[in-house]
């Protein structure tokens, strides 16, 4: 990986952390109006130590080591960048399983977006969908079956991994789903200011987990994810700090996060069959999709709409 592209994929790593984070920073903002300003203080600087190198580094840090236990604790940090052939071997062999299981994830979420959750259509199509959100666990069960069947023809474990992958997006999609309940809750509650804190950091981390599957669409470095997706938790803590209501002004941002997201899973998915997708095809993907819908966003904000 020369400088070229380990520079585009910290920063293709920094955005989709950024943008697939902004539901995360708009509960932040909304619970932490309602608390006293040492807690605000110590969540948005101490608590950005926890966000980035407990949740942010550690969390890829397992995964990696989960799916590769041969190469030990230390040598899942450091695999990408060694020279062990046995290193490189084990990456080869784990990678698959690793990016279906994130690809199906980050695939589910897509569509769990596009039928289930109310949005700014930025598309034509959106509303149909919308409108005809019955279909989601449909769509998303014939889906894992067709997966799980031509990954049964290449490799059981993989197929087993699709299977980990919808898992873990449903029982993640039962923690958002109950955050925002939630989070009226504790803002119109005389919940303790350390009730709140201890709450917040649950659900960044529920939140940080599509930003570290995705991750692996870009790069298995976890030294580059660290550094990537700290940047990005970093941006997320300051669009928390002030500058979240102009944020929400920007209406098809979010859009462009889950595009991205569908986009990413399907590369995943396909590398995993061994199809071939260039290093630099993620971030320059993450950018133009994301600054499609940006400058969209922008000419709906310039019409007054």
């Not at 020369?2 to 955005?15: E, H, S, Y």
Request: charged share 15%.
């Amino acid at each position: 990986m020369n400088i070229f592209t380990i520079i585009l994929t910290v920063f293709g790593l920094c955005l989709f952390e950024s943008i697939s984070s902004i539901d995360n920073a708009i509960i932040n903002a909304e619970v932490l109006s309602k608390m006293q300003t040492w807690a605000r203080r110590w969540f948005l600087s101490w608590g950005i130590v926890f966000a980035v190198f407990v949740v942010r580094g550690l969390l890829p840090w397992m995964i990696v080591w989960c799916t590769a236990p041969q190469l030990g604790f230390y040598g899942a940090l450091t695999a990408t960048f060694s020279n062990d052939p046995q290193a490189i071997s084990a990456i080869e062999e784990s990678g698959p399983i690793l990016l279906i299981g994130a690809g199906v994830f980050l695939v589910f979420l897509f569509f769990s977006w596009l039928f289930l959750e109310e949005k700014n259509f930025g598309l034509p199509t959106e509303k149909f969908f919308y409108v005809n959100g019955f279909w989601f666990y449909a769509v998303a069960s014939l889906i894992l079956c067709a997966i799980v069947w031509f990954a049964l023809q290449k490799h059981p474990l993989m197929a087993f991994g699709a299977v980990v992958g919808s898992s873990a997006f449903f029982i993640t999609h039962g923690f958002k789903s109950s955050a925002e309940e939630k989070e009226k809750q504790l803002v119109s509650s005389s919940a303790s200011d350390v009730s709140k804190i201890l709450y917040l950091e649950v659900i960044d981390t529920t939140f940080s987990i599509d930003g570290v599957l995705g991750a692996f669409a870009f790069t298995f470095s976890i030294p580059l994810i660290l550094v990537g997706n700290g940047l990005g938790a970093l941006v997320v803590r300051q669009l928390t700090a002030g500058n979240i209501e102009r944020v929400k002004k920007y209406i098809y941002l979010k859009n462009g996060a889950m595009y991205s997201v569908l986009f990413l899973g399907v590369f995943m998915i396909l590398k995993s069959f061994g199809i071939y997708i260039p290093e630099w095809a993620s971030p320059v993907l993450t950018f133009g999709v994301v600054g499609f819908f940006f400058f969209k966003s922008r000419r709906q904000l310039a019409r007054g709409i």
